[in-house]
């Protein structure tokens, strides 16, 4: 119970609105360190939840399908630029955002994580090589700013964290395919 802890000072510093406006005034700052964050805090969370409404998550989420979906839905849609934009000006989406990344993102995945097999974590990680490099490619090579509330060059820097993002991931996919996994957690 002492990580639901850390979680919970985790999200309560990350709500903060001097932190809140110096996380959101550069946008790779945003999208690839307090959105990332926010999902932390609520994995952290998420045992604390688990024991709490253990019938809940058995019931709603036992092979941790609706889980992963409910994840996967969520985070496409916080990669959406124009989403970025709206949790800027919008006092909802804004709400939206620190609501569903922590509680329905990070509590939902570390309860599916564990129980979907290692076919679909493939499938999943895949998933995301694959949208990390598009928006790497939507980012650095648009003609137009895709977000308003940030410059040019800001979407650029993002498009190249992303590219980092999917390389790592690409990295980390071969270093499985060439270690022993019999004892991994993942």
């Known amino acids: 119970m002492r990580t639901a802890l850390y979680g919970v000072v985790l999200f309560m510093l990350l709500i903060l609105p001097p932190v809140r406006h110096a996380m959101e005034s550069v946008m790779i700052v945003h999208m690839l360190v307090q959105i990332p964050l926010l999902i932390v805090s609520g994995w952290l969370m998420a045992g604390y939840f688990q024991v709490k409404v253990e019938r809940f998550f058995n019931k709603w989420n036992g092979n941790g399908a609706a889980g992963i979906i409910l994840v996967v839905m969520i985070t496409i ?16 989406i804004e709400l ?7 509680f329905l993102t990070g ?16 499938f999943i990680m895949f998933n995301y090589i694959s949208m990390f490099g598009l928006l790497a490619w939507i980012y ?14 800001d979407q650029t820097i993002l498009g190249w964290g992303f590219l980092v993002i999917t390389v ?5 996919i071969l270093q499985n395919v060439f ?3 019999s004892g991994s957690a993942f």
């Open 179 to 181: 270690t022993d996994q």
């Open 77 to 92: 849609y916080w990669m959406v630029p124009r989403t970025l934009d709206e949790a800027l000006v919008s006092g909802h």
């Open 107 to 122: 509590v939902v995945l570390r309860d599916s994580w564990r129980k979907i097999n290692p076919v679909i974590k493939s």
């Open 96 to 102: 939206f955002k620190f609501l569903s990344l922590p």
């Open 168 to 172: 790592g991931l690409i990295l980390y």
């Open 140 to 153: 650095i090579d648009a003609p137009v700013r895709v977000c308003n509330s940030y410059l040019e060059t």
